[in-house]
């Protein structure tokens, strides 16, 4: 069997989804928003880079990083990140024995999607798909009225209007 390497480029712009390990009705990631932004402010301070889009949801989060020209490094952030996290909540998490056996927490899904961002379009479509994913999973009426987001940033700064997803517009939407 061929065993295939990840292609990762330095100063690239990627997209990540990254998953609670128990997901059904779990509201983690929201309840404990001010926690989270805290590891990702530690990491960001000892290893840089941009928030391009954000989005958490209860339990899972999307985001889109441009990592430092000669940078390559995201996993090493998402490890720092999510040790943060998980050092900064109280033990009680369902831990399986697997985990156990390995002095883990039950809180993250140990793998997260990521996916390099290869052109304008790309990166276009995988922005609506984060800022559109509260209305999707039924959080939300409009991308606005969602908190836990960086869709209000980008109104601010033109990117979107004020009103984008109010009326289920982007539901055709091509994201891939």
Same mark, same amino acid.
């Given at each position: 069997? *061929?065993?295939? /390497?990840? @292609? ?11 998953? =609670?390990?128990?997901? /059904?009705? $779990?509201? =983690?990631?929201?309840?404990? @928003?001010?926690? #989270?932004?805290?590891?990702? *402010?530690?990491?960001?301070? *000892? ?9 958490? #949801? ?19 952030? %998402? ?6 996290? &998980? /050092?900064? =909540?109280?033990?009680?998490? /369902?831990? &399986? ?14 793998? !997260? ?18 800022? !559109? $994913?509260? @209305? ?12 836990? &987001?960086?869709?209000?940033? #980008?109104?601010?700064?033109? @990117?979107?209007?004020?009103? %984008? ?12």
């Amino acid at each position: 069997m *061929r065993r295939y /390497r990840r @292609v990762r480029l330095p100063g690239a712009v990627y997209f990540f989804t990254v998953n =609670l390990a128990q997901r /059904r009705g $779990n509201d =983690l990631l929201v309840r404990h @928003v001010d926690v #989270l932004r805290a590891a990702f *402010r530690e990491t960001k301070a *000892r290893h840089p880079f941009t928030f391009e889009a954000a989005c958490i #949801l209860p339990d899972h989060l999307h985001c889109l990083w441009r990592l430092p020209e000669g940078d390559d490094g995201f996993p090493t952030r %998402w490890r720092l990140i999510k040790a943060a996290f &998980s /050092r900064g =909540l109280p033990k009680g998490e /369902r831990i &399986s024995p697997s985990r156990a056996r390995k002095g883990e927490r039950g809180i993250w899904q140990r793998r !997260y999607w990521e996916h390099l961002i290869r052109d304008e379009r790309d990166f276009a479509n995988h922005m609506d798909y984060i800022h !559109y $994913n509260p @209305v999707k999973h039924g959080h939300a009426k409009r991308a606005w009225d969602w908190p836990f &987001s960086s869709f209000r940033r #980008l109104v601010d700064e033109g @990117v979107y209007p004020r009103d %984008w997803a109010a009326d289920g517009e982007v539901l055709e939407a091509d994201w891939e």
